[in-house]
């Protein structure tokens, strides 16, 4: 399935960001069907950012998922982030915590997050 991410926040970001930021999502969701959405959230996502901000990504996944599939994962990330020149932040949350946690961080990805793909 290819990528599509499209958001006026992400025409901000440099080409190497793009490229880099299509690939892992392509990638990571062709790979692992287990992952439901992917937001981009922070300084980004804000447009708010200064010179060589990185990308804060959070995957929301619809199971717990084990340390070897989120270094498989972290992997991939790293791949993309050595080819492009570009800094990437990721985060890997079941979709019962970032539905039902009460946490400061997660009210803030949810009110200003900005979702950049989404299973089905």
């Given at each position: 399935m290819k990528a599509n991410i499209t958001h006026n926040a992400l025409l901000?970001?440099?080409?190497?960001e793009q490229i880099?930021?299509?690939?892992?999502?392509?990638?990571?969701?062709?790979?692992?069907?287990?992952?439901?959405?992917?937001?981009l959230y922070g300084s980004k996502a804000r447009v708010d950012f200064v010179g060589d901000s990185d990308i804060d990504l959070l995957f929301i996944l619809e199971r717990e998922v084990s340390r070897l599939e989120k270094s498989e994962m972290s992997d991939i990330i790293y791949d993309y982030e050595l080819a492009n020149d570009i800094v990437i932040s990721a985060i890997f949350i079941p979709e019962h915590e970032f539905r039902d946690k009460a946490s400061i961080f997660l009210a803030k990805v949810r009110k200003e997050g900005i979702v950049i793909w989404s299973r089905g």
């Amino acid at each position: 399935m290819k990528a599509n991410i499209t958001h006026n926040a992400l025409l901000s970001l440099n080409y190497n960001e793009q490229i880099g930021l299509n690939g892992i999502v392509q990638e990571l969701t062709d790979k692992f069907q287990f992952i439901k959405k992917v937001i981009l959230y922070g300084s980004k996502a804000r447009v708010d950012f200064v010179g060589d901000s990185d990308i804060d990504l959070l995957f929301i996944l619809e199971r717990e998922v084990s340390r070897l599939e989120k270094s498989e994962m972290s992997d991939i990330i790293y791949d993309y982030e050595l080819a492009n020149d570009i800094v990437i932040s990721a985060i890997f949350i079941p979709e019962h915590e970032f539905r039902d946690k009460a946490s400061i961080f997660l009210a803030k990805v949810r009110k200003e997050g900005i979702v950049i793909w989404s299973r089905g």
